[in-house]
């Protein structure tokens, strides 16, 4: 398995503002991901963090809004920017293996006002 | 894109009763993960399918999936209230390992 931790563990922010949110895991990993949790809702994908090139990002991300940065195989950010209410969500990382299992952060609640 | 079902939304069982927890997919799976969240918390890897056929069981809880791989199913036996939670799907995007695409989750309440 792998132990992953996440900082800061909740933050308040004020709209227009950005923040970064930082994922470092206790072994090299191959794949990294980012996921967002909307109040009330499931896990939405992000983004893929990869090491050494840019993160490749999905449908209805872009990375004027959420820039990644993935300087080696264990540490990866994520950046807020130009923060709104609508950003206000639990983020996640998560990495995975190969062939095994997946294992989640243990997430960053964010609330913007 | 592949769309999971999750059903029920949620349930309530009292402690010591079992439940169960159904994953749907309209595509085949490639992989097929559970995970149990506490409210605002990360989540917890519970385990992992890949094999039509195959099941998993760790402590009281028991996954499957089917032959035709489109469908999971979560039971938990004797349920306990650290069994309380919600429980999420998650499968291997079909073109990529390692994105995960999620149901909607099954909040399961425990009463004494």
């Known amino acids: 398995s792998a132990v992953i931790s996440q900082k800061p563990s909740r933050d308040i922010c004020q709209r227009g503002t950005s923040l970064t949110i930082q994922c470092q895991v206790d072994s090299q990993v191959t794949m990294m991901f980012w996921y967002r949790q909307q109040p009330g809702q499931s896990l939405t994908l992000i983004a893929t963090a990869n090491q050494g090139s840019e993160a490749t990002y999905e449908s209805g991300f872009v990375i004027d809004k959420f820039p990644i940065s993935r300087p080696n195989l264990t540490f990866s950010t994520l950046t807020v920017s130009n923060m709104s209410p609508e950003d206000s969500s639990i983020y996640l990382c998560s990495v995975g293996v190969r062939g095994l299992e997946q294992y989640f952060g243990p997430g960053t609640r964010l609330t913007v006002t | ?112």
């Open chain 2, 1 to 112: 894109s592949q769309e999971l079902e999750q059903s029920p939304q949620s349930l309530i069982v009292q402690e010591g009763k079992n439940l169960t927890i159904n994953c749907t997919s309209s595509k085949t799976l490639y992989g097929l993960y559970w995970y149990k969240q506490k409210y605002g918390e990360g989540l917890i890897f519970l385990m992992m399918l890949q094999k039509g056929g195959e099941e998993k069981s760790h402590e009281k809880i028991t996954a499957k999936l089917d032959e035709k791989k489109q469908q999971s199913s979560l039971h938990i036996t004797a349920s306990q209230p650290s069994h309380a939670g919600i429980y999420l799907c998650g499968a291997d995007k079909t073109d990529s390992w390692g994105k995960l695409q999620f149901g909607a989750g099954t909040q399961v309440v425990v009463t004494p």
